[in-house]
């Protein structure tokens, strides 16, 4: 069975850090781009970061840039998204995302394996 499991979020406050963590399974994604995305109450999920295959090339959301880093352990199967200097704003659940390499651009055009998604609670 193919898929993604998140872990990591929870509760912190401004300011704060946390990194999240993308363990796939099933098949192998080292080709594949990674990508995570957010979802908070109310809203549209969007992009955050991705993380491609091949060259490890790494996308920003202008709204974390600076902040969050993406990061892909391909031994592990596992992909990261170490987050600092969060923000009340950056409360949503997150989810993480693969496709294959032919896709490109920073929307969820091709991404066909999702994760369940974590929630990060950022608050005082």
């Known amino acids: 069975q193919v898929q993604l499991v998140e872990s990591g979020g929870g509760l912190v406050q401004p300011g704060g850090s946390l990194t999240l963590s993308c363990t796939a399974s099933?098949?192998?994604?080292?080709?594949?781009?990674m990508g995570w995305f957010r979802q908070a109450p109310g809203k549209e999920r969007e992009f955050v970061a991705r993380?491609?295959?091949?060259?490890?090339?790494?996308y920003y959301a202008d709204s974390v840039k600076g902040r969050f880093t993406i990061s892909r352990d391909n031994a592990k199967n596992t992909v990261y998204l170490q987050m600092n200097g969060l923000k009340p704003e950056d409360t949503a659940v997150y989810y993480c995302a693969a496709r294959p390499p032919t896709y490109g651009g920073n929307d969820e055009t091709g991404y066909n394996t999702w994760g369940q998604g974590t929630q990060v609670t950022v608050s005082s």
């Open positions: 099933g098949r192998t994604f080292i080709m594949d781009t």
């Open positions: 993380v491609t295959g091949r060259t490890g090339r790494t």
